[in-house]
């Protein structure tokens, strides 16, 4: 029930926040009017080219006018309107200096969300590729595909930004504080995001967050005022990324909510000066803001802006080891910050893989052992039984203003096995995967080597929990009944394993003698779309969001499509005479890239052009298998 009145809410929101007045037009000139001859105007043209030719009446906004913003059409200036307009000083109208008299927006109690009018381009309904795009690459049509920016000559970076721009230069904080969702409405965003991305990205401490949480909302709005900026943007940005998995009737809608939070994000972290100082929450903070562009098919500006990411969780030191750069930490605040340093890394080694990009968090002495199971460290000012040096305790900790008798959550374990087995692949991946393919050269050198990296691969596998690995499809329909924490981390962890397994064995290099092992990479795609397909049977709204997921499966169904299409002859030497569509593996395997496109036909509606880009090259890939 309050799933469906959140549903509700937001649907209310982003029409209440898209509700503008339509433009007035002109109208023609009585004919009965007599003519008169018209005189040669003396005085520059300040309408916009558009409304200029249409003859329609221009409120001369920038950077649109509403007539423009309506029309959905390229609004131009003349450069002695735009020179005037820099003259006044500011006294040009524009929508941001309008009435803020809007209706609302609400999550669904009633209550709403105010939202400022909006300055940049509207989303399009559908989204334009980048001039990229029509690159080539073993697996993918670009390097960062499908984004949703004009053209440009670098990676698909073009004009639009990511953060539409709803602010005041003056606002400061009590303008971002003016914005909140009701407290109601934030405790659902807030559970909807420890539900569904907590799991995936365990780096925020709960007990922690909760706690800052409910005292920021229990201060009176004068004091809310002077918040950390910070805080504010953590929140912010929770709160978009659990828009992202409310169910609502409009895909569109929830992308525009979800847009708004994000830019009340990016405002607060600007407010702060995040570019010149940095902390453990603005970290864990950019961090989620890159993983919702990739969401929001935004991929191009997730990369860009992990790269600031990188630079800041470098200039805070989170790649070295906290037991030598920070000992007089308590051991919770040292491993909270190998946490956060796993997920930086997890992030910028998968990113890259999609992306076929250099790989940055390459400079690290954090072992990954240090994050150990003893669950002693969990609480916040124990003191530590292995350093020489006294703990530093925070009288105003959290921990001494509402200690609890039992700070462990039940899923500690299990999170601390998770983040260690995904800390273990993305190691191994960056250096046998990403770092060789940035550069375009092959993986392995002969196929002696290609052997001894599966079995690198295959060694380390074995050393992972079985909770990680476990593949049978009953035990993880019981898992997704009862702990659906755990199988999202299994499920993230079993794609992201066989994706790579799949890459190296489908890695052809012509000098050395090492050609695509056909069996190899067909049964490893088939593994990791395996997981797909449970992820979208056992947790259909969140396979919907996740766009890494998604292009995961894209390309192991593409893979095997071209595998399929090229293979004329069975697999075991003892079928040469039969014909290649009696091979079970190819039949499987073209079945599964049958199903990819019939379940990539539902997913990504969010942005229609994306979606319609991969079904219609995943199609042609499957029309082109003869078998």
Known sequence: MEAETTATGLSATVRAATDHSSPRSTSARDDAQPSRKKQKRNKPTLSCAECVERKTKCDRGRPQCMAC?????????????????TADGGTTRTHASKSRKQSKPSLGNGESVH????????????????????????????????SNHTPSL??????????????????????????LPSKDQADILVAKYFEAVDPVYPMIHQRNFYAE????????????????????????????????????PSDQERAQIAE???SAAHQSLRLSSYLSRTSLKSIQAMVLICYFLMNDNHASDAWAFGGVLMR???AMGLNRDPDITAPRCSPSDRQQRRKVWQAVLFQDTFLTVLLKLPPTATFSDVRVDSLTDNLDDHAVNGNSSNSTHDVVINPMSISNIAPVLDPLPPYELSDRQYIRSMWHLANLVQRTICTP????????????????????????FKTFPPTMTVADHATIASMAAN???????????RSNYWHCVMTIEADVNEAGGVSCEVKGALEAARMALASFFEFWEFLRVDAGVWWVFQHRAFEEALLMARILSVQGQPLSPMNMSEPSASEPLFMLAKADVRKTLDTLDLVGSGAPEMQKTRTEVLRTAFENISL
Request: hydrophobic residues 35%.
């Open 115 to 146: 939202l400022p009018p909006q300055t940049s381009t509207p989303r399009p309904q559908y989204r334009s590729l980048s001039l990229s795009s029509t690159g080539s690459s073993p697996f993918l049509l670009s390097h960062i595909p499908y």
């Open 312 to 314: 800041q969780a470098y």
């Open 154 to 179: 670098f990676s698909g970076l073009g004009a639009e930004h990511p953060f539409t721009n709803y602010w005041t230069s003056q606002g400061g904080i009590p303008e971002v504080i003016g914005v």
């Open 213 to 248: 949480y409910e005292r920021f909302w229990s201060l009176p709005l004068s004091e809310k005022q002077v918040a950390d900026p910070v805080l504010l943007g953590l929140h912010f940005v929770v709160y978009a990324m659990g828009t992202q998995f409310i169910q609502t």
């Open 260 to 262: 708004f939070y994000i």
């Open 437 to 460: 393919r940035s550069l375009n050269h092959p993986l392995t050198q002969s196929p002696r080597d290609k052997a001894n990296l599966i079995s690198k691969f295959t060694d380390l």
């Open 69 to 85: 913003l309506k029309r959905q059409s390229e609004c131009r200036y003349s450069d002695v309107a735009n020179l005037i307009a």
């Open 483 to 493: 702990n659906p924490r755990l199988v999202r981390q299994n499920l993230f962890f």
